[in-house]
């Protein structure tokens, strides 16, 4: 840190420590919920909190000055499981800006991150945020990060062109629900609960490339059963009663519209038509739910971009994203060769921090 002493980071371990962290964003006009912050910071996949706060030991009530988080995770590295984590929130009050402090608390978390034999920090840094991550925290950039959508309805898009009266007189849907044909030993059924199986499956699917989160059942549970206020839909595709694929998705009132987030779907690659069959399934679902648009992040080379393609999902050009949101890391120890190209990497809506 600078040897500006009256600025003390340290590291949050409570939810006493969390109450305030979220105070300190309602008092910068972004609220956060408790609950969340709990689930994130106390209870992610290595159970431990990786938050630095400044306070101003000069101010009142000893106050916040900046936040920095991330969020450790499993990570498959070429193979191997490692420690890793997600960045995530930023802040440094409006009355303490211009002072380098989110530079110090990141370097100090960074620091921490290394200590703990962390492999990489990576994240998804909005149009706010890059400049200072990339130039001051050494980031490198994977970039775009890949939007995917399926328009359902012509309102939603028309309604951005010629307003809302003229676009919802114009509205109609554009898809119609598809027949499914499913062979008798085959069924898509609710899961209640990732296990074994799941993992197995992750396994099989992640022999396709070398870098993502560890999407295996301990964390699937915790993403999408175990996230607070959120409500998923998780779909299995079973075959003689063995699971052979399953897609996430859930539905949102975002971006003045109705909206499928795609959250996840996985499946063995040594039959893509699983992949295909879910993605149709959940399409079927928007159809009655009148959905205006389907998102999903999917990479082009990735193993499950056919399921998508097929079902008639295309790359999102950059005038129609939602927000604009850059992707990118900065390692911490080795492998730098592999985290580097982007055709290592995998990603989907399980990344999103937001959804």
């Known amino acids: ?62 106050s916040v000055a900046a936040i920095y988080a991330v969020m450790p995770v499993f990570f498959k590295i070429n193979g191997r499981i490692e420690k890793a984590c997600q960045s995530l929130d930023t802040l440094t009050d409006v009355e303490y800006r211009g002072k380098g402090l989110f530079v110090n608390n990141a370097k100090t978390v960074y620091q921490k991150a290394k200590e703990k034999e962390m492999a990489l920090v990576y994240g998804f840094p909005n149009g706010k945020s890059v400049h200072g991550f990339v ?31 003229l676009g919802n007189v114009l509205d109609i849907s554009l898809v119609r629900k598809k027949k499914t044909n499913l062979p008798d030993n085959v069924s898509i059924k609710n899961i209640e609960t990732f296990s074994d199986d799941a993992t197995e499956l992750w396994s099989k699917f992640s022999s396709a490339f070398s870098v993502s989160i560890h999407r295996d059942a301990s964390y699937l549970n915790w993403r999408f059963k175990k996230k607070p206020e959120e409500q998923y839909i998780i779909k299995g595709y079973y075959e003689n009663e063995l699971l052979k694929g399953f897609v996430v998705y859930t539905f949102k009132q975002k971006h003045g519209g109705n909206i ?73 120890a080795h492998d730098e060769d592999i985290l580097k190209n982007r055709e290592n990497w995998y990603v989907s809506y399980a990344d999103s921090d937001t959804v």
């Not at 371990?13 to 609950?35: M, V």
């Not at 925290?137 to 307003?163: A, E, H, N, Q, S």
């Open 1 to 62: 840190m600078k040897s500006d002493t009256k600025y003390k980071p340290y590291f949050i371990s409570s939810e006493k420590d969390l109450a305030e962290y979220k105070r300190a964003f309602e008092k910068n006009g972004s609220p956060k919920k408790l609950s969340k912050l709990i689930w994130m910071h106390l209870k992610n996949p290595l159970k431990e909190p990786l938050v630095s706060m400044i306070k101003d030991s000069n101010g009142a009530n000893n």
């Open 135 to 165: 130039k001051k925290l050494g980031w490198k950039l994977l970039d775009p990060v890949p939007f995917l959508y399926k328009p359902l309805r012509t309102g939603y898009f028309l309604k951005k062109i010629v307003g809302n009266r």
């Open 260 to 332: 499928c987030y795609i959250m996840e779907l996985i499946f063995d690659i040594e039959t893509p038509s699983v992949g295909k069959e879910l993605i149709k399934y959940a399409t079927n679902q928007c159809v009655v739910q009148k959905t205006d648009v389907m998102l999903s992040w999917c990479f082009s080379f990735s193993p499950n971009f056919d399921s998508y393609k097929s079902n008639g999902f295309y790359i999102l050009p950059e005038k129609l994203k939602p927000i604009e949101l850059h992707f990118g890391y900065t390692h911490l």
